[in-house]
């Protein structure tokens, strides 16, 4: 049996997150006897959507390793030392790391390994991004000199650009072992919600991190003249959490038009809820909340952006540029117009996402590459 650890930041609404839980629980129960998992996380969070979360992954018997504190800072200073006990301890086969923070922790705790001359597991990284590392060069540097002829995985082609990308301008050579697997989505059931739907309204939804990268600041400005123009006409839900949190606070007590949500667990079986998800992402990896609503057939307004893009057909006509605020509003004209068809809209990604992202063909390649990896 192999056994995997599976290193994440930490149990919140994110997508690098949501694929490895699934990983956790899919590969495990389309191949029993094969694979033992453990979801380890660098620092506690304990908000709602994290305390059910880890009730749902206790529930089928995932086990769940926190290594820090609640504080991020100085969970990265502890836990190496704490990852280090436990591999020592359960001596897992493989550690597979998403994202650049659980990157850094690795590296870290590779060196200690290295330091002690003590064998360390075999190591996957899958590169959820298309940005590595945009403000921090020397620590991108740092964690990346750790790393030799480790498994890569790339979310999508622009994430592994990504990494090549970042290898070969800190003059480290690139892994012989690398592979695209694209994120996989299952068909979301609809399961009860407790949004405030208006249904004399159209109703849109921001699902995610309000964070830089996914545009959240771009949004609020966009809200504001959106209101303006079109007073009572669309109800934004926005939901989530991050450095953003006082920022969309403030618009929602001042603006009836918008509504605060905390992060929301499987909000992908809820948001059949909306008649639109926007996305004004700077960047991403491959993004699965934008798949998932194309599974609920709920259109979604996208900004270009690497990593976001592949996740629409081409020609997407809900797709504008984020700094553009004339293509935005104007696609809110049409949507309040009623100038999209949207039940061909619907279809439309319904079908590309079902061709494209495959939530079995992801568990299958993932679990293949893990048998290989261990043999």
């Not at 453990?38 to 992954?57: A, N, P």
């Not at 405030?196 to 939804?205: F, G, P, S, V, Y």
Request: proline letters at 4%; a neutral charge; charged letters at 25%.
């Amino acid at each position: 049996m192999v056994k995997i650890f599976q290193l994440i930041r930490s149990i919140h609404l994110g997508g690098s997150e949501i694929i490895a839980f699934n990983l956790a629980e899919y590969c495990k129960s389309n191949y029993p006897h094969s694979f033992e998992f453990v979801v380890v996380e660098l620092h506690q969070t304990w908000d709602v959507y994290s305390s059910e979360k880890k009730k749902e992954l206790n529930f089928k018997n995932i086990r769940i390793i926190s290594l820090g504190l609640r504080s991020k800072i100085l969970s990265l200073f502890v836990a190496p030392f704490i990852l280090t006990f436990h591999l020592l301890k359960e001596k897992p086969d493989i550690i597979h790391s998403h994202t650049d923070i659980p990157d850094l922790l690795l590296s870290n705790t590779e060196r200690i390994f290295r330091f002690f001359h003590l064998r360390f597991p075999k190591i996957v990284r899958t590169i959820h991004n298309t940005e590595l590392w945009p403000t921090h060069n020397k620590l991108g540097k740092y964690v990346e000199s750790a790393f030799v002829n480790d498994w890569v995985v790339g979310v999508s082609e622009a994430a592994l650009a990504a990494y090549n990308k970042l290898r070969v301008k800190n003059n480290l050579s690139v892994s012989l072992h690398q592979q695209i697997i694209n994120n996989g989505c299952i068909v979301p059931d609809r399961k009860e919600h407790s949004f405030k739907i208006d249904n004399k309204k159209i109703n849109i939804a921001f699902c995610g991190r309000f964070e830089n990268q996914k545009g959240i600041d771009i949004l609020i400005v966009r809200i504001k003249e959106i209101s303006e123009k079109f007073p009572d006409i669309f109800l934004f839900h926005i939901i989530g959490s991050g450095t953003y949190f006082n920022d969309i606070l403030k618009l929602s007590e001042n603006n009836a038009d918008v509504l605060l949500y905390d992060a929301v667990p499987n909000v992908s079986a809820k948001l059949y809820a909306f008649d639109f998800l926007i996305m004004p992402s700077r960047f991403e990896g491959l993004v699965l909340i934008s798949i998932e609503a194309s599974f609920a057939k709920v259109p979604v307004i996208a900004a270009f952006a690497p990593g976001l893009s592949e996740t629409l057909p081409s020609e997407w006509p809900l797709n504008f540029k984020l700094e553009d605020k004339e293509a935005l509003l104007h696609i809110f004209e049409k949507i309040k117009n009623k100038e999209f068809d949207l039940e061909a809209l619907k279809e439309e990604a319904y079908s590309y996402v079902s061709n494209e992202f495959s939530h079995s063909s992801m568990i299958d390649s993932y679990s293949k590459l893990y048998l290989e990896i261990n043999e």
